[in-house]
C-alpha cells in the first residue's frame, strides 16, 4: 500500500511553468512505476505522463511531450512533473498515481487527492 499527496498547483499564466509534486509513503518506492493524470471537468481522466522505478524510462502523451518533464528522486520518495509553456488547455486537476508494473499502458493502482492547475489567457 502507498499513499499519495500531490502539492505545488495553483494559478499560472499561459506561458509559464509550474512543478508538481507527488511524495509517497511506503519504505518501496523504488518498485512502483509513477505518474501523472489530469481530469477537466465532464471530460476522462487523461495519461499525462510515467516514469519507471529507478527512472530510466519514461512515457508521455503527445499533448505533453517536449513541454513537461517527468522526474522522481527515489531519496525523498518523491516524483515531480515539470511544466513549461503552460496553455490554458493544460487546466485541470492533475492527479499522481503509482502501479506496481510497467505496462503496455499505464494502469494505476494507486491515486492521489489530485492538485488544480489554472492557466490563464
Known amino acids: 500500500q502507498v499513499q499519495l499527496a500531490e502539492s505545488g498547483g495553483g494559478l499560472v499564466q499561459a506561458g509559464g511553468s509550474l512543478r508538481l509534486s507527488c511524495a509517497a509513503s511506503g519504505r518501496t518506492f523504488t518498485s512502483y512505476v509513477m505518474g501523472w493524470f489530469r481530469q477537466v471537468p465532464g471530460k476522462e481522466r487523461e495519461f499525462v505522463a510515467r516514469?519507471?522505478?529507478?527512472?530510466?524510462?519514461?512515457h508521455y502523451a503527445d499533448s505533453v511531450k517536449g513541454r513537461f518533464t517527468i522526474s522522481r528522486d527515489n531519496a525523498k520518495n518523491t516524483v515531480y512533473l515539470q511544466m513549461n509553456s503552460l496553455k490554458p488547455e493544460d487546466a485541470a486537476v492533475y492527479y499522481c498515481?503509482?502501479?506496481?508494473?510497467?505496462?503496455?499502458?499505464?494502469?494505476?493502482?494507486?491515486w492521489g487527492q489530485g492538485t488544480q492547475v489554472t492557466v490563464s489567457s
Open positions: 498515481a503509482a502501479a506496481n508494473r510497467w505496462s503496455l499502458s499505464f494502469e494505476p493502482d494507486y
Open positions: 516514469i519507471s522505478g529507478r527512472g530510466g524510462a519514461t
